[in-house]
């Protein structure tokens, strides 16, 4: 079992910062593919990165490609995604997620546990 608990989330103009955090709790985390998901309001759920147990490989949806960095520090069971150069329609709810397998996937179906998520919106 693992529990993730976003945050980091607020309301910054165009062009500015974040950085979300999703902190998980479980003893299996460092054997988890880690993934950041998306949704806007009346939009599917849509892949924004994943990175590897080991932090070693990431992969990116193009649109945040770039501009965004996902990084996981096993050592605090945290999982990051910085958000640069960030645009209005990067607004939507953020969430984490966590595969128990050692692929990565950006396929929401491949998640097993989900965080409540964290609410990004960007002023133009």
């Known amino acids: 079992q693992v529990q993730l608990v976003e945050s980091g989330g607020g309301l910054v103009q165009a062009g500015g910062s974040l950085r979300l955090s999703c902190a998980a709790s479980g003893r299996t985390f460092s054997s988890t593919t880690m993934g950041w998901f998306r949704q806007a309001p009346g939009k599917e759920r849509e892949f924004v990165a994943a990175v590897s147990w080991s932090g070693g490989s990431t992969f990116y949806h193009y649109s945040g490609k770039g501009r965004f960095t996902v990084s996981r520090d096993n050592a605090k069971n945290t999982v990051y995604l910085q958000m640069n150069s960030l645009k209005p329609e990067d607004t939507a709810g953020y969430y984490c997620?966590?595969?128990?397998?050692?692929?990565?996937?950006?396929?929401?179906?491949?998640?097993?546990?989900w965080g409540q998520g964290t609410q990004v919106t960007v002023s133009s």
């Open positions: 997620a966590a595969r128990m397998f050692t692929t990565i996937n950006y396929s929401t179906l491949q998640y097993d546990y």
